[in-house]
């Protein structure tokens, strides 16, 4: 394989691959063209796109198809393509200094070289020359290394690498004209040959990061860089394989570079991306940033710490100067800027990124990005609003069974009125006849008996509270029954402080007198007790014990004693398994009524679910 074949291969391969380039850049720049953006936005990308098309597809018919036997003379092609090689260096100039103050005059200046230039081509075809024109050479290479001076004078406020890129842009397309301009051999070195030829593209690079930077780099650059890679990884191999003599060992070689060159090109292509987002673009790695949000997102108990949260990593993700969130209605219309949370149920939550920061547009990434957590975020939330349905099914079933329990006492105090009453006013009738002083003392009893029992003070009393209303209702009772009712009530000091529900304790006295006293001639003793029992667990032990009638079939089935059976449904639904009552006849055949329930109040009793609720949303 000889030096000339080389670089013939070189340069057909550096055409083609300027023409996918710039085909590639034109089908982007079309793309993403919309009626909004202004035309001055528009129109230097464009123009890069076709005048860079059009070069490299005159440039590779006028260098292929002599070369191929099928075309003569490709002086009319050179005179197509030489122009738009021209006036691709003015539109980087133009992309430099088109805001700078006194920029114009130098745009002007590089228009005005390469349309002389273009005229001096086109000449080419009216007087027959079998060359393109080298005075139109000699100006571009003269103008566009002049103007590097000036428009470094412009730009020096631009940052280093800013002016770097163009400077060399520049300097390239110098060479590449005053190479065209020497009329060159094939004797010329494959490399000089290269550049020259095809200095246009990083023409196309130039503009790019000069103004376009996040607006087609991310498209852009890594397939274009990507291809490059690719193109020169099989042009050193092709040059490799020149350095050995002809012949299959050659052959064997380039078939294998030919293999290790399409293996190699995945790989390629995730480094080069992996550049332009971390050199170029200055991007964070954003599969870690999910990883990372999901966890985050995953520790967030309410819809407003999810959000926060998305915004504060999008914000920082996106160099953005804030991005927000908000409600909307399920009807609202939702804008291009906006991005909607989608989540199952309503209501409907937008995220909305705002300006960007360092001249910064969204990218795809950038927007598959948000994509992706606003789909994290939506989970989440959805979770978190099931929970909160469940959590809030839950309340109104305690509820429900905080005002069943409460209608339950009314009731037992509601049946506890009447009956006494009936009872305590005749025993107070007679008393006022026989003894006034004993009435008047019994009438005292009854009120503050009915004091204690309409008192509001909720479902939960202390055993002393409870042995007061026990108290004035035995006193009561001992004016109707005289001698017959006698009562013993052994109740430790300390015991007198012990929560439990109201109530409960009474019910068990007044049966003990109805079923037990009342019914026999000879009376009862009514022995009210309680201890604590510290094994396996801290519990109270209430009893009452009357020697009155026994324990009757009656009573064994619960026959009319509507107190007791509440007593134990209301002791079910505030302990569960956790409290029991009894009644049974002991060896001396008294009937024992006992309750047993935990010293430790139930765990929802402290805090009404209401004030639960509110702290499970508030993340407390």
Not at 256 to 264: K, P
Not at 277 to 292: C, E, K
Not at 582 to 599: K, R
Not at 606 to 611: A, F, G, K, L, S
Request: net charge neutral; hydrophobic share 50%; aromatic share 6%.
């Amino acid at each position: 394989m000889t030096a000339s074949n080389a670089a013939d291969v070189l340069n057909l391969v550096g055409f083609a691959t300027g023409t996918a380039l710039y085909a590639m850049l034109l089908m982007l720049v079309l793309r993403r063209r919309q009626p909004s953006d202004s035309a001055r936005l528009d129109r230097l990308p464009l123009a890069t796109a076709l005048l860079g098309l059009l070069w490299n597809l005159g440039a590779l018919a006028a260098y292929g198809l002599p070369r191929l036997g099928l075309l003569s003379d490709s002086v009319p092609l050179s005179a197509l393509s030489f122009p738009a090689l021209g006036f691709l260096a003015a539109v980087v100039v133009h992309s430099v200094a088109r805001d700078l103050g006194g920029g114009r005059y130098v745009v002007g200046l590089a228009y005005a070289m390469a349309g002389i230039a273009a005229v001096l081509h086109s000449a080419t075809m009216v007087t027959g020359e079998t060359a393109a024109s080298t005075l139109a050479f000699q100006l571009l290479t003269a103008c566009f290394t002049l103007l590097i001076v000036p428009l470094g004078l412009l730009t020096r406020a631009q940052a280093h690498m800013r002016r770097a890129f163009w400077v060399l842009a520049l300097v390239l397309f110098a060479v590449s004209a005053t190479h065209l301009g020497s009329f060159h051999t094939q004797q010329d070195s494959w490399w000089m040959q290269l550049l020259g030829h095809h200095a246009a593209i990083p023409l196309a690079f130039a503009i790019l990061y000069q103004n376009y930077r996040f607006a087609l780099g991310d498209l852009f650059l890594k397939r274009a860089l990507t291809l490059l890679t690719v193109v020169t990884l099989a042009l050193v191999s092709y040059w490799a394989v020149t350095r050995l003599p002809d012949g299959p060992a050659a052959q064997g070689v380039m078939l294998g570079l030919w293999v290790a060159t399409a293996l190699l090109t995945p790989w390629l292509r995730q480094q080069v991306t992996v550049f332009v987002d971390r050199v170029l673009l200055g991007r964070i790695d954003y599969g870690v940033l999910r990883a990372t949000l999901a966890q985050a997102v995953a520790d967030q108990t309410s819809v407003a710490g999810v959000m926060d949260t998305v915004t504060e990593a999008l914000t920082r993700a996106l160099n953005a100067r804030r991005v927000t969130w908000t409600d909307a209605p399920a009807d609202a219309h939702v804008h291009e800027a906006q991005v909607v949370v989608p989540t199952t149920d309503p209501p409907v939550i937008v995220v909305r990124p705002g300006e960007l920061t360092g001249g910064r547009q969204l990218l795809s990434d950038d927007a598959a990005l948000i994509d992706a957590v606003v789909g994290i975020a939506a989970r989440r939330i959805d979770a978190i609003r099931l929970t909160l349905e469940r959590y809030e099914v839950q309340l109104r079933e305690e509820e429900m069974h905080k005002l069943a329990a409460e209608a339950e006492l009314r009731a037992l105090r509601a049946q506890i009125n009447p009956h006494f009453l009936f009872n305590a006013l005749t025993t107070i009738g007679y008393l006022i006849e026989a003894a006034p002083t004993r009435a008047l003392r019994t009438l005292l009893r009854l009120t503050g008996l009915l004091r204690a029992v309409l008192r509001p003070d909720g479902e939960f009393t202390t055993l002393g509270r409870e042995l007061e209303l026990v108290e004035h209702y035995l006193e009561i009772e001992h004016e109707r029954f005289e001698e017959r009712l006698r009562v013993s009530i052994d109740v430790p000091a300390d015991l007198r402080t012990v929560p439990l529900p109201a109530l409960v304790l009474q019910p068990l006295v007044e049966n003990a007198i109805k079923h037990g006293v009342a019914p026999s001639v000879q009376g009862g003793d009514v022995i009210i007790t309680a201890r604590r029992v510290s094994e396996p667990a801290p519990v109270l032990h209430l009893v009452v014990r009357n020697t009155g009638r026994p324990l009757g079939t009656d009573i064994m089935r619960g026959e009319g004693h509507l107190g007791l059976a509440n007593v134990e449904r209301r002791l079910a639904g505030l302990y569960g398994g956790g409290a029991t009552l009894s009644l049974t006849s002991d060896e001396a055949h008294a009937t024992v009524a006992e309750i047993c329930l935990p010293l430790a109040l139930p765990a929802a009793s402290p805090q009404h679910p209401d004030e639960r609720a509110a702290a499970y949303r508030t993340g407390r």
